[in-house]
């Protein structure tokens, strides 16, 4: 039964939603060191089992992730402010932009903020790793499974197929089946995926209605990270309408990376471009509005599929397959982010003060911004 006010679900979720750099693995780090660390919201346990079902639904994970945690908190009308404060910060932010962009016809120069804010990331999503990986890793084959899914991903492996392969693993490896033939499904994994298709559309001049359904169609099919946003994008808004140039969609792109909170609020831009403030409004609500559906039809399966011996182990292959894809992208993340002495002095300060002094992740990245724009004016 929920068991808090929508008050403290908007005041958490509108702060985690201003101060969100860093992308999805990024976002769970800061979600836990909030709902579980700090506030005990919910368990390591709770929240994996939330982890691993938003990996199995289209959608962008981390507004998920706040939609499902405000429904536990606050339920029905924690559910809607949970998600809906996780975006609008991001979303003001990328039409505010938006509207520099076209007035100016340039980016807003943020370089300065993420050198410093990455590094702090970087710390905060090791963080909270290392205690997820002390509750899903339950054993040696999930170990083995978690393992695996970081090899396979860092050479090229599909996301969805790792995750259902994690998932069959476990469960056949738990039903007694032989462990060679769910190596086999392991590996299967390893291939890329099956390009996820397209509606097709007429080219022609920009319209609100299609505009919105174009995102509502791309908000029930997205899988993985924004770089698969970038290839839905290009298809339908430059290949096929030629409502964009291939300039504008990469800035738009740039625009929803450096900004906090949700990727997807790439759609604010592109919105904005193509149609104004309604088009904004509307690209936004299309591409997030699937993803409450997703989470409310899904959350109160959790349950059952936990009490579920198959389902249960199933679900558990999922988890660990999600931290070793969390464990992958933050790799990649962090050779990003840690690049002279500063950043790594940076992720190392803010590593001690989160572990010994559990010092709010909020403070660190408004620290780790200051340190950036400090760096900045002494010119580094």
Not at 139 to 167: D, F, Q, R, S
Not at 199 to 221: C, E, N, Y
Not at 224 to 250: I, K, M, N, P
Request: proline letters at 4%.
């Amino acid at each position: 039964m929920p068991s808090g006010s929508v008050a403290e679900v908007v005041s958490v979720f509108l702060k985690l939603g201003t101060i969100a750099f860093g992308g999805p693995a990024a976002h769970v780090g800061l979600l836990r060191d909030e709902v579980v660390r700090r506030r005990r919201w919910v368990t390591d346990e709770r929240f994996m089992d939330l982890l691993g079902m938003t990996n199995l639904i289209p959608g962008p994970n981390s507004t998920e992730m706040a939609i499902h945690l405000g429904y536990l908190r606050a339920g029905w009308p924690g559910l809607i402010a949970g998600g809906v404060c996780f975006i609008v910060p991001a979303m003001l932010i990328v039409l505010a932009c938006a509207w520099l962009y076209v007035r100016w016809g340039t980016l807003p120069q943020a370089a300065w903020l993420l050198y410093g804010v990455k590094p702090v990331i970087i710390a905060v999503v090791v963080q909270a790793m290392w205690s997820l990986l002390r509750t899903a890793v339950k054993g040696p084959l999930l170990a083995a499974v978690g393992a695996g899914v970081v090899a396979l991903y860092l050479a090229g492996g599909n996301e969805i197929l790792l995750l259902l392969g994690g998932g069959g693993v476990v469960m056949l490896a738990r039903a007694g089946r032989r462990l060679a033939g769910a190596a086999m499904v392991v590996a299967g994994a390893a291939a890329p995926g099956a390009a996820l298709g397209q509606t097709a559309g007429a080219a022609g001049s920009a319209t609100l209605g299609t505009l919105f359904l174009l995102f509502l169609k791309i908000g029930a099919v997205l899988y993985g990270s924004g770089y698969v946003l970038l290839a839905f994008l290009r298809g339908d808004f430059v290949e096929r309408l030629r409502w964009l140039t291939d300039q504008q969609l990469l800035d738009a792109i740039a625009i929803g990376q450096f900004t906090p909170g949700p990727v997807l609020t790439t759609a604010t831009f592109v919105g904005y471009l193509v149609g104004g403030v309604p088009g904004a409004l509307l690209a936004t609500l299309g591409i997030f509005l699937p993803g409450f559906v997703f989470v409310a039809l899904s959350h109160p399966l959790i349950p059952r599929v936990r009490g579920s011996e198959w389902a249960g182990a199933f679900l558990d292959g999922v988890n660990v397959a999600s931290l070793g894809l969390m464990a992958a992208v933050t790799w990649d993340l962090g050779r990003a982010a840690i690049v002279d002495p500063l950043t790594a002095v940076l992720a190392l300060v803010a590593a001690v003060l989160l572990v010994r002094f559990r010092v709010n992740s909020a403070w660190l990245v408004l620290g780790g911004a200051a340190a950036g724009g400090g760096s900045a004016l002494l010119g580094r």
